[in-house]
């Protein structure tokens, strides 16, 4: 089995910055693709970035250029990278992994954006 633990958020005004930490453990396949997707109340689950263990990265318009997704591959580790945040990008944001054709998810961490 496969186990995301993720670590970072909380609370911050605008124009702050966060960073977020996910570690995963277990049955992980060299060829895989880490993330992260994010849900706000009321809202659908939307991916907010992801990045493949070749290096290839996506990030959705709205986090263009305020957001940053790395990988530690020896460490089986994602992070984001979230600078000049908006009350829009609060959220739970959850950790998310891919690997031989299965999802797995972190249990998800809060992070607010409010003055």
């Known amino acids: 089995q496969v186990q995301l633990v993720e670590s970072g958020g909380g609370l911050v005004q605008p124009g702050g910055s966060l960073r977020l930490s996910c570690a995963a453990s277990?049955?992980?396949?060299?060829?895989?693709?880490m993330g992260w997707y994010r849900q706000a109340p009321g809202e659908v689950r939307e991916l907010v970035a992801s990045i493949s263990s070749g290096g290839g990265m996506n990030y959705a318009d709205s986090v263009k250029g305020r957001f940053t997704v790395s990988r530690d591959n020896a460490k089986n580790t994602v992070y984001l990278q979230m600078n000049s945040l908006k009350p829009e990008d609060t959220a739970v944001y959850y950790c998310?992994?891919?690997?031989?054709?299965?999802?797995?998810w972190g249990q998800g961490t809060q992070v607010s954006v409010s003055s």
């Open positions: 277990g049955s992980i396949f060299s060829i895989n693709t």
């Open positions: 998310w992994l891919w690997t031989l054709g299965a999802n797995y």
